[in-house]
């Protein structure tokens, strides 16, 4: 990545501070996280020791029920008679001294002894229907109270009182909340929550709050916790909205002590000294950075000028080559400018042709003869986009020995520059070679996600500026297998569509998504297997139903005579069908209309792309001769340089009649170069095809920008222009390394 003179400086100060400050950094966090360790221990503790109380309390209670079940008073005819009653009655009341709870003893339906009334008070009570068969804990429950008074709440330890093997009775022993409050408020720790719970997460005892939060549920997430082990940690927020910290633990009888704090006092606070240690550190940082600043702003102002230079090239404007006083700076605005006027020569020209074919084309359209039109405009485009492709193969391999330079760090800036405006004219061309229909044409895996982004030019060339694009990829998306260019015809004839529905602009929407089951209803030629959904959607006028139902047939037409040739949808539906997906369209009057193309997604066979020249030896072309054959004498003389920068040795032909002199006369390459299409009646691939004859050891890499010849898929490596330096010295190690595996090559009988 490009680091500018001012980042460099900046990530010196860094370097020298980055020690401290990361010491800073880790003793700020260690303070931090032994704190949160100290409040974590204790929490821990006191919710561990407090839950033991709550046990031991409960305990107390079963122990109560338990002995009283045994006494012989409740031996006998059921129930009790009124004598056994009372002496029962009297052993309860000395078991629960000291106790703030009562004891009840219950038959089915009916309470019939309750030390909470008074001591031998008559009747009974309505209890539960049926008797609980073993001992239990049961959770807190609600006790109206008598005539006027209030409620009461209890939880309750209840055991079954057997005889001769059978249930006759159960014997209750109740706990209030105001018991277990005492606990609670023990802790002594302002600001701190402490929380009794039964076995069904409802709150018996709470600090602070007590009595306004007895009965009410904890919260879910705590709930949720708890029921996933018997103690642990926890992060939440209370009952009344303060976000708190905690640690709960649950005793074997199923209630749990829960003892928290608040989040803020848990995370803790920094100590002084360590607060001013990190004070210190980012007033230092600044000063530095500060003074980096300073420096940079010395340094940078001769480098300015090759920015402004760059920035001219690539905004198309004249470059002005003024002196800097660095002499590498010099040079490089000084081919800046020559690179300038080359291309706004070229793009002069290149707009006087495509001019001149447009005139063209619309004659030849008023005649009729559409086909000779386009391959007339055809030709001339991709015969300017093959010279202008030699233009910037200039400018690229160029800019490639300037980075080689040993002040191209400090020119990382303009030299990206140029290397955008290269690529934007080599996206310039690729759209001209499309329309000449001289790009190559095949099948491969695209992925939208790389390609919806990169046709919006080719898109808004069609659209103007009036109408907005925007695209839209899902994250997921599958690579599909189609024919790219079919693609990319189906998409502009859709533009064409939006653009006359849009008169006055609109927005015009790109969407890419997996399909769904739903997105393939109602297409019942459709194959089984997974899809991608592609639509294309405008808020233009709108069709009418009657017209949708026709919209794909070909030759059919909304469009006024000689407007229209009513074949651009019925391409869209013929390039969904031969890609094995399907095509639909939905449009409302007055709403916009919007095209869905389903095409398969590519076998995982398929999605893997083999790392262009991945069988280069680890090994540089440094030592190999290179017979660079070349018509363009500038493009020639940079591409030689480049090829001689990396160590080869290079031999020149302008022509394939010149290098076969070349070679029949002994001329001993390890790899030849050649341009494909140039002068005289052979090209490229002719002087390929006779090495494969004569000399088929000796391997041949094509260049060009366009090409008429046909080939085979995979017969020869061929780069297209503007090539990339590193791509092109890539393409010519693997060729060279395949060859020295093969051994020497046999030499071209003399005639």
């Known amino acids: 990545m490009p680091v500018t003179i001012r980042s460099r400086l900046i990530l010196l100060m860094l370097a020298v501070l980055l020690p401290g400050m990361l ?32 046990d031991g309390e409960l305990a107390r209670r079963a122990t109560i029920a338990h002995v009283l079940s045994q006494s012989p008073e409740l031996d006998g005819p059921v129930p009790p008679d009124a004598e056994r009653r009372l002496s029962f009655e009297r052993q309860a009341r000395r078991a629960m001294q000291g106790l703030g709870g009562w004891v009840e003893l219950r038959a089915p339906g009916r309470v019939l002894i309750s030390t909470r009334r008074p001591e031998g008070a008559s009747g009974e009570a309505p209890g539960p229907a049926a008797l609980s068969p073993v001992a239990t804990m049961q959770p807190l429950t609600t006790l109206a109270g008598a005539r006027g008074a209030a409620p009461e709440m209890y939880a309750a330890w ?37 929380t009794v719970m039964d076995n069904t997460g409802r709150i018996v005892a709470r600090q602070p709050g007590g009595d306004a939060f007895v009965g009410r549920m904890v919260r879910d997430d705590l709930l949720a916790r708890m029921r996933g082990s018997s103690e642990g940690a926890f992060e939440s927020v209370s009952l009344d909205g303060m976000p708190a910290a905690g640690y709960f633990s649950t005793s074997p009888l199923g209630w749990s002590y829960v003892s928290a704090m608040p989040r803020e006092q848990f995370d803790g606070h920094l100590p002084r000294e360590v607060l001013r240690i990190g004070i210190g550190t ?14 940079s702003r010395r340094i940078e102002r001769p480098i300015r000028a090759l920015r402004t230079a760059a920035e001219d090239l690539q905004a198309g404007r004249p470059v002005q080559a003024r002196p800097s006083g660095m002499v590498e700076c010099d040079d490089v605005a000084s081919a800046l400018a020559t690179a300038g006027r080359s291309m706004a020569q070229a793009r002069t020209e290149l707009e006087h042709s495509v001019a ?3 005139e063209r084309t619309r004659i030849v359209e008023q005649r009729g003869a559409q086909s000779q039109r386009v391959a007339a405009l055809g030709r001339l485009t991709g015969g300017v986009a093959h010279e202008f492709n030699n233009l910037l193969g200039i400018i690229s391999n160029s800019m490639h020995l300037m980075q080689r330079h040993p002040a191209a760090a400090e020119l990382q800036g303009p030299l990206g520059a140029t290397q955008r405006a290269v690529d934007k004219g080599s996206q310039l061309t690729q759209h001209l070679l499309r329309f000449s229909g001289k790009r190559p044409v095949r099948i491969q895996t695209l992925s939208f996600a790389r390609y ?11 659209l103007g500026r009036r109408i907005e694009i925007k695209v839209q990829v899902a994250p997921d998306v599958r690579p599909v297998r189609l024919d790219a260019s079919e693609l990319d015809l189906a998409l502009v004839n859709l533009a064409l569509n939006a653009h006359d529905a849009m008169p006055n602009g609109g927005e015009l929407t790109l969407r890419a998504a997996n399909a769904t089951e739903e997105d393939k209803e109602g297409l019942p030629n459709l194959a089984p297997g997974d899809y991608v959904v592609l ?34 949808l019925s391409q869209v539906h013929g390039f969904a069908t031969q890609a094995g997906g399907a095509a639909r369209l939905a449009s409302t009057r007055g709403v916009g209309t919007t095209v869905s193309l389903l095409l398969p997604v590519a076998r995982e066979d398929e999605d893997r792309v083999a790392a262009p020249f991945a069988d280069a030896a680890p090994q540089s072309i440094a030592g190999a001769t290179v017979l660079l054959v070349e ?56 002087l390929a095809r006779w090495l494969r004859e004569q000399r088929p050891a000796l391997p041949v890499v094509l260049i060009t920008g366009f090409s008429n010849t046909a080939m085979a898929e995979g017969e020869f490596t061929v780069l297209r222009k503007p090539c990339p330096p590193t791509e092109l010295l890539a393409a010519l190690q693997a060729a060279v390394a395949r060859a020295r595996r093969a051994g020497p090559a046999p030499a071209i009988p003399k005639p």
């Open 631 to 686: 018509d363009d004498e500038s493009l020639g003389d940079v591409t030689a340089a480049l090829l001689m920068a990396h160590g080869a040795k290079v031999l020149r032909a302008g022509h394939v009649e010149a290098a076969q002199r070349l070679l029949v006369g002994g001329a001993p390459p390890d790899v030849v170069l050649s341009d494909i299409v140039m002068p005289g009646g052979q090209d490229g691939v002719a």
């Open 282 to 295: 980012l007033v230092l940082l600044s000063l530095a950075v500060a003074g980096a600043l300073w420096v």
């Open 452 to 462: 919806l982004p990169e046709v919006q030019d080719l898109m808004r060339s069609v």
């Open 356 to 358: 001149q074919a447009v």
């Open 535 to 568: 639509t294309v959607g405008d808020d233009g006028v709108g069709l009418d139903s009657t017209i949708v139902e026709h919209a794909f047939e070909p030759f059919f037409t909304t469009k006024s005579v000689g407007q229209g040739s009513g074949l651009g």
């Open 158 to 194: 209840v055991t079954p009182v057997l005889r001769d093997g059978q249930l006759i009775y159960n014997l209750v022993v109740t706990v209030r909340p105001a018991e277990l409050q005492r606990i609670v408020q023990a802790q002594g720790n302002p600001g701190w929550i402490g």
């Open 23 to 54: 010491g800073v950094g880790w003793l700020i966090g260690s303070t931090y996280e032994a704190e949160r360790e100290a409040h974590e221990r204790y929490l821990r503790d006191t919710a561990r020791a407090l839950s033991m109380l709550v």
